[in-house]
């Protein structure tokens, strides 16, 4: 999921049907009814209330619903049969936050069983979830795919999946549970036992400002910084998913619970596996993790019991490169073993620092060694640190200030 | 081989790709063309977004992808005028 950093702050929000679908055979009734299950949708995996208001408010509604064609005062026309469907505003001060409209144009259908028709109501639980934050997702079951999947069943009945109850829950916490909730709906499933002991305090969230990652990772597009059990995500525009950092362990299913610090991360070319290091010891994953045991570093040709400080992998030659304090080694993927005559000294990267954070290769091909609050850019195919390096991490990953005072590399001389 | 996407489908790919965020909108002041590398990767990206093969090529599965009945927002946020800006 991406949220879109905007939300409600306040837990009970207004609705209303503005106007209805014309020629569509959906009664007024009917159209409210199914709006109102969609709202639910939401409300019960959170502690959000939704009330339906008349015309006579004093006030708009938060979440004011419309149907029209074309063109209709936003800059988003409709086109017609298809194409686009609806569209929902996120949620601020402006008066067209919330507020969700739906192309009148289109076939609206409630429980169609030949296929016929957009079934209304996914199509409003998919929108309200931008009227509440969420932007597109692109986990196979979640309800927040661009795309239209076709009906979800029955709206009384209808559950979100796990990927959109998170991305809810990062935006409004979780549902509180009181002992009056009758479960209105089929119990959920039960959750995975906890990561932390159940009688540790809870644990105060890092400042991301504060650098000093553990890892980072170039993965997929996006870059993700390791920091102990929580780990943030930029994506490739730039914008952090959230400000509030993830919990390793529910994102990374399978990593043991007891492993609490990734020293590195990469993704490995040509397959795209994901191996996290911590220790002596790297794991592998796809999608889930695979393989299941911790594999030795030793498989990479590190002597036994060495650990990493940075691992990456240079796209100049697909190769692997294993950094710890001034020394470094390499693995041939193609080859699928180590190169012989390492370690080497890390001189070789002129400019880079002894025990880097981490290193990572970003969408555009350049090389970043990182450490503490700053990172050291080696142009594409480059073995040479750009002169201006280091430069503060803040500014350009993490969307935190420069710091103001702390070591900062002699400027060359400018040219009189 | 794939069909080599007709030049109707590649305008359809940048309009589309431009209208969900995947590639930046033009400057018609720059003036500056798509580089060829940039459009595929943008095209990988919606690709690996919508869950198909990534070729970072306009093939007909992709181009098919694109006509799907969707949402109006874009995929990638912050590239499209709906998304409310704090101010820093």
Redesign the interface.
């Known amino acids: 999921y991406a949220l879109s950093g905007s939300v409600w702050k306040k837990r009970t929000l207004t609705w209303r049907v503005n106007s209805f679908p014309q020629g569509s055979g959906l009664s007024q009734e009917t159209v409210r009814t199914l709006m109102h299950h969609a709202l639910t949708t939401w409300g019960a995996e959170s502690d959000l209330r939704f009330q339906e208001v008349g015309s006579q408010g004093p006030t708009e509604p938060d979440i004011l619903i419309d149907f029209a064609r074309a063109y209709h005062q936003d800059s988003y026309p409709f086109d017609g049969q298809g194409g686009t469907l609806a569209h929902a505003f996120f949620p601020g001060e402006h008066p067209i936050s919330g507020d969700t409209h739906f192309d009148d144009e289109e076939t609206w259908t409630f429980g169609s069983k030949d296929g016929e028709g957009t079934d209304l109501f996914a199509v409003a639980v998919h929108e309200f979830g931008h009227a509440l934050g969420l932007g597109h997702s692109s986990a196979p079951d979640s309800i927040m795919r661009p795309f239209y999947q076709g009906p979800v069943g029955n709206p009384a009945e209808y559950r979100l999946s796990q990927d959109d109850r998170e991305g809810l829950q990062q935006l409004y916490g979780r549902a509180p549970q009181t002992p009056y909730d009758k479960p209105t709906r089929k119990p959920l499933a039960p959750l995975p036992p906890p990561a932390l002991p159940p009688d540790s305090p809870p644990q105060p969230l890092p400042d991301r400002c504060d650098g000093n990652f553990d890892a980072i990772a170039n993965i997929r597009g996006e870059t993700f910084f390791f920091k102990g059990p929580w780990f943030w995500r930029l994506q490739p525009s730039g914008q952090l998913v959230s400000p509030r950092p993830a919990r390793l362990h529910r994102f990374w299913e399978g990593l043991p619970a007891q492993v609490k610090v990734i020293q590195a991360a990469y993704a490995r070319h040509p397959d795209g596996r994901i191996l996290l290091f911590s220790g002596p010891q790297f794991w592998s994953f796809q999608d889930r993790l695979l393989e299941g045991a911790a594999r030795p570093l030793t498989e990479l040709g590190l002597p036994p019991g060495e650990e990493v400080d940075a691992v990456f992998s240079w796209p100049l030659n697909g190769k692997t490169y294993l950094i710890r304090g001034q020394q470094y080694w390499r693995y041939d993927e193609a080859a699928a073993r180590p190169d012989p005559g390492y370690p080497r000294d890390l001189s070789l990267w002129e400019g880079a620092p002894p025990a880097p954070d981490d290193v990572t290769v970003s969408n555009t091909g350049d090389t970043y060694f990182f450490k503490g609050l700053q990172y050291w850019r080696f142009p594409k195919g480059s073995i040479k640190a750009e002169p201006d390096s280091p430069q503060p991490m803040g500014p350009k990953f993490l969307d935190c200030p420069a710091p103001t005072v702390g070591p900062q590399a002699p400027r060359p001389p400018r040219a009189t | 081989r794939a069909r080599e996407p007709s030049a109707q489908d590649v305008s359809l790919g940048v309009d589309w790709l431009t209208r969900?965020?995947y590639l930046p909108p033009p400057h018609p002041a720059q003036a500056q063309l798509q580089s060829p590398a940039k459009l595929r990767?943008a095209i990988k990206?919606m690709q690996?977004?919508?869950?198909l093969p990534e070729t970072g090529i306009l093939d007909p599965l992709t181009v098919a992808?694109m006509?799907?009945?969707?949402?109006?927002?874009?995929?990638?946020?912050?590239?499209a005028?709906?998304?409310?800006r704090?101010r820093r």
């Open positions: 969900y965020g990767d990206v690996r977004f919508a869950g992808t006509h799907k009945p969707r949402c109006s927002l874009p995929d990638v946020l912050g590239a005028g709906l998304v409310r704090r």
